[in-house]
């Protein structure tokens, strides 16, 4: 069973990404929150948990073996959970996140049907289904709301990299911290892919 992946991230695509490591290239399929949070990181070095199933009809004789890839523990355990409800398949809940996971906790833990009928994948009767059987099991999946940093004046380049981190789905009080953390290691970090980089690194670091 492969369960996490370290290695070169060769190219990003849109459901997949290619992560070389020791010589071998391993195809991952990856949500589209996911493949837009990897996206400024393609050509270094970055750690995926990973979900190895096989895909096919087991009936079958033909069964093709897939690697699903996450940034963190936390999305693989929503994963596993999502897939759990009634008619989510793997490929069916790596589509419905769309969105980060902590916001997908919150909609389910309200009842937002409205949201999660708006996920690809996703009807009503589904996203009910959904509330029905998760609503309640969100807590280790939302996020805190922690005081934003004292307020600074950020840079041109980190306005861009706080804009790009929020629209990718981010809370702007945790992106803001991220950036200040990787100001404080690197002062030399001066363009907004860089500083989106560093910002993704001490999330991931820090477990955030």
Known sequence: MICRLTGRLATVGEDAVVLELGGVAYEVLVSAATSAALRPLCGGEVTLFTVHYFEGNPAGAHLVPRLIGFLDEADRAFFHLFTRVK???????????????????????AGDLGLLTSLPEIGRKTAAQIVTELRGRMTPFLRASPAPPPATELTEAQRIA????VRWGDRRADAQRWLAAAVEADPSLTEPEALV????????????
């Open 197 to 208: 980089r560093a910002a993704y690194r001490i999330r991931d670091a820090r477990g955030a």
């Open 162 to 165: 706080l804009d790009i981190l």
């Open 87 to 109: 008619g989510v398949s793997s490929r069916r809940a790596l589509r419905a996140m769309a969105l980060p996971t902590h916001q997908l906790a919150a909609a389910i833990d």
